[in-house]
């Protein structure tokens, strides 16, 4: 009894996800999967790598998580296999790992190398059911780590848009937009807290000016923006019953300011 | 061995489905979770309660039903776990229960208040995550209802599209439109039975008017509507292997009118 | 412990694939179900039947493979249940097996009639719940095969599309475009291979001529498409971390010349 949870960027019209659990279930057919998320824009590691971030940890000790967002597919790229404390990490080194993991402890990083747990022939273009899906079965059924490949020491880095900061200001940017048009920014609760401190501020955004943190979306009105820190702990800006992205008309990749009044 | 159904409104581009079922599994890790809806339009209270009238009959008895379309998310609203004779339900006292369980035989309500079995510090914007998953996988596991809080003795009712009636027009209009464009109304085979009796009637829905009660899309053509009872019980207007929705240019709220002639 | 798998074009929006869940587990709370795809387009029988033949053969032995794609629900078309020597298949007699298995060596074919095995009352228009949803779970359980409906000897036949060729000259069709817009023909490596043998080739869409199978995307750049074979064995034309979709602007049914030069 264990459990494999999934982000790729397959989407749902293909057999894609279909075909990897066919292949987990045929090698440990008691495994729960879990579903985290398959409709990452296609090739968005970064935006892979804050979803797992943000999840992760929320499953039973033990899951192993694993990540099919693969723009090297069949390229040089490692195929990793990470061990943390409470969990396994499985998926091509392409940064995906490294943003996610990076306050985690982490145990062992293995490169997957070892055919025998290889699905055969492996395709030029879907290792994530050739490789990667038939690892996390065996991962999951207890198998140790080192069968798997050759211990490694490094992660690639992932290149994370930076807040920039002054006595004045904060800048972050819109990283994700939500089901529900909230528009989440990179800002998380620490640094703003640790900027803001006992100081007044406005968060700005598209040139709407937002004087305070609520909490929750039902302080706000159907016609006013509101800010809040959302679920998982970012900066948020949204509108009660409605879409803040629709009512801004903002895109990733948007300024948020904040500014000591 | 139990079962847990989710209706939200959470969509499929985030994390938020996956991370309730991390917190469910991590309770309970022989449940089987069901995703009945994620795609009810947001904050679409009316729309969830009327899928969950039609689907929840059908699973396993003891299922623990578990509905987060919640636009008073972090606000006063209470939060439900009710008890019939079959089921359990799970969510925020906002009608979405009220529709759907008024033929039902209710055995207990309670209002959720114990800490206890919430994940902490609970959010301000995710009690799906933080209250009623966790909830609802302890009622899985069996626990006894009114530890989760005080028994209390209402639902919030729901406004719904009532119909319109007299001696010569029965007037519904269309609530739902489902993924063929087919047309969905509030009209049920009942109310339609005793309003035509034996007498012949004609069916209006923006300018078009169909005669009889088909058996069947295969009846059709791909030019002109029918008129037939779902699978759920509700008089629909479709077009064989064609949308309705399309050649009639329809929307949610449409007037469909039954006349006797 | 038998797994089902799902093939429907009932998307997302509904409580359709819940409902059917719903009555599998109500039979059967052991087995475990795979969603292969929902998101057939309407009434696309070929397109299941192109996903089920490129899908079933990786899951486990004994798998329930559940095909609801029925333009003729409610008609006369027969409803069966198919043994291979692997797996079993359910769904309407509308030419879906006949293509996806037609490499296969059938052992038996039911048409289904047994009615003490649907759940009644009969609706007109879901017979996935009604019928093939409940057979499915009672043959996961280890029912007879025969127990549900007498044996017959005909799949009615898909006009599927064919591949023109001469000594020049190989033509086939785009039948499937993924969630990346990757172009996918009908033609497969082993046909592509037999006619092109050592000679020197090209392959033109829309105006576009790649001279070479690639080996994977990233031989390619984001702005010349690249030919290579998919994880499935049929050529596709692609182009690296883009949609060749949306850059040759090609729907499906497009033509995909190979011309020996």
Redesign the interface.
Known sequence: ?N?I?LIT???????????M???I??IN??V?I??????IE??DVLGASF?LR??FG???LG?VHLVVVD?????KRKRLLVQTKDYFFIGPDNGVFWFALKDETILKIIEITNERYFLKPV????EG??IFAPVAAYVSKGECVEKFGKITDSLMPLEFPELKKNNRYLIGEIIHI???GNLISNIDKNTFDNFTKDRRFKIVIEGVVINKIS????EGSSLRPLA????FGYLEVAIK?G?AQKLLKVEKGAKLKVIKT
């Open positions: 009894m459990t949870s960027d397959f989407g749902y019209k293909d057999n894609f996800v279909g075909v659990k066919a292949v279930l045929k057919p008691k729960t879990v579903d985290l998320c398959h409709e296609p090739q979803l943000g999840s929320y499953f039973p899951t723009p090297g597919v069949g390229s395709s030029d273009t879907f059911r050739d939500d089901n529900f909490q929750g979306y039902f809040l820190f959302d679920s019953n879409s």
